[in-house]
T-cell receptor
Framework: AQTVTQSQPEMSVQEAETVTLSCTYD???????LFWYKQPPSRQMILVIR??????QNATENRFSVNFQKAAKSFSLKISDSQLGDTAMYFC????????FGQGTRLTINP | GAVVSQHPSRVICKSGTSVKIECRSL??????MFWYRQFPKQSLMLMAT?????????EQGVEKDKFLINHASLTLSTLTVTSAHPEDSSFYIC????????????FGSGTQLSVL
């Protein structure tokens, strides 16, 4: 069975700071995808970043980057120059045929 | 870009009635649709996977007779909550991969079901 663990229920940083959200997972699959999704108060799921497990290079999307450690089954998200609009619930998720979601981290960016 | 349209966005019903939620892929063919449930301040829990032309695959603990899933065409999947009870009140979300695999996955906007 696949499991995803986000150990930080809540985080809060000042605007423009850098913040890292942690995520660990467990799977017996060798090829799978990992994602970070953002869920603002509207509850629409918004893709933040995607990583294919077979790629060693860490994915980056503008201010968002990941630290993917396949052997350690770790997939953390770094947000640089955080903005007020980054305030949301962030979910780490992974899977091969279907996704399993972590518990979520509520991130608050303070002005 | 690819869009999954989910309706209704909000529904209130009386206990014992049935409610249907629709998810449509607007500009791609979705052979698979995932249905999730999200309770307040909790994560998304996969309920079932619907496949066009075949029976849905339900996750352990999800009642098949209560949550009826029909994938009638390559662009439409429906979830019917039968004989709804207050404990079924939740946020329901669908998602569909555009291609084979999960690389490009698109989510509906969700349906808030409130059962009185």
């Amino acid at each position: 069975a696949q499991t995803v663990t986000q150990s930080q229920p809540e985080m809060s940083v000042q605007e423009a700071e850098t913040v890292t959200l942690s995520c660990t997972y467990d799977t017996s699959e060798n090829n799978y995808y990992l994602f970070w999704y953002k869920q603002p108060p509207s509850r629409q799921m918004i893709l933040v970043i995607r990583q294919e497990a077979y790629k060693q290079q860490n994915a980056t999307e503008n201010r968002f980057s990941v630290n993917f450690q396949k052997a350690a089954k770790s997939f953390s998200l770094k947000i640089s120059d955080s903005q007020l609009g980054d305030t949301a619930m962030y979910f780490c998720t992974m899977g091969a045929q279907k996704l399993v979601f972590g518990q979520g981290t509520r991130l608050t960016i303070n002005p | 870009g690819a869009v999954v349209s989910q309706h209704p966005s909000r529904v209130i019903c009386k206990s014992g009635t049935s409610v249907k939620i629709e998810c449509r892929s607007l500009d791609f063919q979705a052979t698979t649709m995932f249905w999730y449930r999200q309770f307040p301040k909790q994560s998304l829990m996969l309920m079932a996977t619907s496949n066009e032309g075949s029976k849905a695959t339900y996750e352990q603990g999800v009642e098949k007779d209560k949550f009826l899933i029909n994938h009638a065409s390559l662009t439409l999947s429906t979830l019917t909550v039968t004989s709804a009870h207050p404990e079924d009140s939740s946020f329901y979300i669908c998602s569909a991969p555009r291609d084979r695999g999960l690389e490009k996955l698109f989510f509906g906007s969700g349906t808030q079901l409130s059962v009185l």
